[in-house]
């Protein structure tokens, strides 16, 4: 991880799993330390979420090594009946920026609603 994150206040758009989920799909051999250090969450709380993520059919891994791969089932539908038939490839697809994305800076896309 580069540098120490800001601490965050305040409500946001997002769970702590849409989280881990979102940067295990951007690096899917990420260390349990850099998954909680880029979530702001402790790692106790990560390897939690990720028991539920396990649990629930929506990730998998395996050991290579000293460290996991993870694997991520894109068909899975998202739990709450709001996002019916929603699967978690949409979710990432919202929440993971293309590789050619990562080192461009976010342009405005629009005027504000």
Same mark, same amino acid.
């Given at each position: 991880?580069?540098?120490?994150?800001? /601490?965050?206040? %305040?409500?946001?758009?997002?769970?702590?799993?849409?989280?881990?989920?979102?940067?295990?799909?951007?690096?899917?051999?990420?260390r349990?330390?850099?998954?909680?250090?880029?979530?702001?969450?402790? !790692?106790?709380?990560?390897?939690?979420?990720?028991?539920?993520?396990?649990? %629930?059919?929506?990730? #998998?891994?395996?050991?290579? %090594?000293?460290?996991?791969?993870?694997?991520?089932?894109? #068909?899975?539908?998202?739990?709450h /009946?709001?996002?019916?038939?929603?699967?978690?490839? #949409?979710?990432?697809?919202?929440?993971?920026?293309? !590789?050619?994305?990562?080192?461009? /800076?976010?342009? /405005?896309? %629009?005027?504000?609603?």
């Amino acid at each position: 991880m580069d540098g120490v994150l800001e /601490p965050h206040n %305040g409500w946001t758009f997002l769970t702590n799993h849409a989280r881990v989920l979102a940067v295990i799909a951007d690096n899917r051999n990420a260390r349990i330390r850099d998954i909680a250090a880029r979530c702001r969450l402790t !790692e106790r709380a990560v390897q939690k979420i990720i028991a539920d993520l396990e649990r %629930g059919g929506y990730l #998998s891994h395996t050991r290579e %090594g000293r460290s996991n791969l993870y694997r991520i089932d894109p #068909s899975k539908l998202l739990r709450h /009946p709001a996002e019916a038939g929603v699967t978690v490839a #949409s979710l990432l697809s919202l929440l993971v920026r293309d !590789e050619a994305d990562r080192h461009r /800076p976010v342009q /405005p896309s %629009g005027p504000e609603v």
